[in-house]
């Protein structure tokens, strides 16, 4: 993928799948190359402020609650009751925020590697950190596998790896290796969520790969959720849950028709819905 800037508008090209995404922008907010990545913040015309890593979109004030509701809500749902939550990059902030929402949480940490995305969020998408002081959050700046290595087997309720695409800093994440000790990790009952990129575009590729891989690291199911996501490519997003001791396609009905805190997207019958794949995709995971 490759940015662009002409005049006004902000292009991410797609030259793979043959297809671009566009924003108008008003002015530069930020520019920053960190020690891992190449940062920008610009201000757009109808988006509010858009997050660009090494000239990918990451997220835009707009419509970034579609992402984080869905790589938070269902996974801690489907748990039967998550106390303990790791949380992979998501140096946003916007996840942890989600998690936290949950009032059955004890403790939340989340680990990246790049201190400059969260100080740019505090800068320009307050939003999405105003549960970071919650006594239950821990925010670490570290390389997350390495985290995974020293932590102690079974202790994690609910892991989510909230990272960018599976090249760079994020390539690791991908792996059946570290899979294999993301399961390590977590407890019996246990489960971890990973994006996983476009149904249109990776179905036949990262998401297949990803869901085989996790069978391979010793998970018992695996689903997949697509979501819309008007920035990513082609605008449609996905995460994909996988399950220890546990069935990653049933959820706390009750529980989350209950639950009353906020959300703009997230409900019981989107998360039920989401768990039906279309044809397309089963047809493509089938091969």
């Known amino acids: 993928m490759t940015e662009r800037l002409d005049g006004s508008w902000f292009t991410e090209i797609f030259d793979r ?32 402020n858009l997050m660009v890593l090494d000239g990918c979109v990451m997220l835009t004030d707009r419509d970034n609650f579609l992402y984080h509701e869905m790589m938070s809500h269902p996974a801690l749902f489907a748990h039967a009751d998550p106390k303990r939550v790791v949380i992979i990059g998501g140096g946003d902030c916007g996840t942890l925020r ?7 949480v004890e403790r939340v940490t989340q ?27 821990e925010l670490l700046f570290e390389d997350g596998v390495k985290w995974v290595d020293n932590c ?37 009952g246990g489960l971890m969520v990973q994006q996983s990129e476009s149904p249109l575009y990776h179905t036949d590729s990262i ?31 996905s ?30 019958e989107g998360h039920r819905a989401a768990l039906v794949l279309p044809p397309f995709m089963q047809r493509l995971l089938e091969k």
Not at 111 to 137: C, G, H, K, W, Y
Not at 159 to 184: M, N, Q, W, Y
Not at 215 to 234: N, R
């Open 239 to 268: 995460c994909t849950l996988a399950g220890k001791s546990c069935d990653v396609k049933s959820f706390r009905e009750e529980d989350a028709a209950a639950a009353t805190f906020a959300r703009d997207f997230y409900t019981v």
């Open 17 to 48: 799948h043959g297809s671009a995404f566009s924003l108008k922008v008003s002015h530069k907010l930020h520019d920053e190359q960190t020690p891992y990545q190449h940062l920008e913040v610009y201000a757009t015309e109808t988006y509010g």
């Open 152 to 188: 102690p087997d079974e202790s994690i309720d609910v892991l989510i790896v909230d990272s960018t695409d599976p090249v760079g800093p994020a390539e690791g994440l991908f792996k059946t290796d570290f899979l294999k000790r993301c399961h390590r990790i977590l407890k019996q």
């Open 98 to 104: 989600e998690v936290l929402k949950h009032p059955g």
């Open 111 to 137: 680990i990246d590697i790049d201190p400059a995305v969260t100080r740019a969020s505090e800068q320009f998408f307050p939003a999405l950190v105003e549960s970071n002081d919650d006594p239950r959050a």
């Open 207 to 237: 998401i297949k790969d990803l869901r085989n891989d996790m069978g391979e690291a010793g998970f018992d199911s695996v689903a997949t959720l697509p979501f819309p996501q008007p920035v990513y490519p082609s605008g449609w997003w």
